[in-house]
């Protein structure tokens, strides 16, 4: 089974802390997303890894940033948590297949509860 | 881009209720669809898919049959129980060069509560 693991289920930050997200994948995915998930918005791309060292901003990007220094880690990286940061944070990963094995499922880790206050 | 739109909830039913849950779709081509389900607490994991039109995704009770000619891709229950409650989520390609990227976009989300 793919694993997808996220450094905390809860974090409790203050404004203009720098505020740092991992997310470890077992299963050598080449792809890994981060989002966040708010009421009545749903699921909302921040960034996204194409794979290591490989970063395309999602619809929103703002106040964010990532790291994937590694295939198997994604972080993201609030440069300066400010209070509508808060939010649950999603990680996701996908194996890309090719051809007639292409692949769009996304696994996802537990999230991470953002509050900062 | 393509686009996905999902029935508001709440839903509230009562054990072995039938459920439905509407998702409709705008897209380039027939791409693959996917309803995804996130339990209380936890993150979100595929409950179904369907690859092409016709095909009926089915996991765990539940069915989706992908409809091009009314562009949906409803969600269906015979038999809810409690252990259902959750949060379901459609969703498809971006349909934005998503063929490299592999990306998807959700609905909203429609929550479903099952009371005993």
């Known amino acids: 089974d793919v694993k997808v693991t996220q450094s905390s289920r809860y974090l409790v930050k203050r404004t203009g802390e720098k505020v740092f997200l991992e997310c470890v994948q077992d299963?050598?995915?080449?792809?890994m997303f981060w989002y966040r998930q708010d009421p009545g918005l749903g699921l909302r791309l921040i960034y996204f890894s194409y794979d290591v060292k490989m970063k395309e901003k999602g619809d929103i990007p703002e106040g964010y940033s990532v790291s994937r220094e590694k295939k198997e880690r994604f972080s993201l990286i609030l440069e300066s948590a400010s209070t509508n940061q808060t939010s649950m944070y999603l990680c996701a990963s996908r194996l890309l297949g090719t051809g007639s094995r292409f692949n769009y499922e996304q696994y996802f880790g537990p999230g991470t509860r953002l509050t900062v206050t | 881009g393509n686009s996905v739109t999902q029935m508001e909830g709440p839903v509230t039913l009562s054990e072995e209720a039938f459920l439905t849950i509407n998702c409709t779709y705008t897209?380039?081509?027939?791409?693959?669809l996917f309803w995804y389900v996130q339990y209380p607490g936890e993150g979100l994991q595929l409950l179904l898919k369907a690859t092409k039109a016709d095909d009926k995704g089915s996991n765990k009770g539940f069915e989706a049959t992908y409809r091009k000619e009314t562009t949906s891709f409803h969600l269906e229950k015979g038999s809810v129980q409690v252990s259902d409650s959750a949060v379901y989520f459609c969703?498809?390609?971006?349909?934005?060069?998503?063929?490299?990227?592999?990306?998807?976009?959700f609905g909203q989300g429609t929550t479903l509560q099952v009371k005993p």
């Open positions: 969703a498809l390609p971006t349909g934005l060069g998503s063929s490299n990227t592999g990306k998807l976009i």
């Open positions: 299963m050598d995915h080449e792809n």
């Open positions: 897209a380039t081509g027939y791409p693959s």
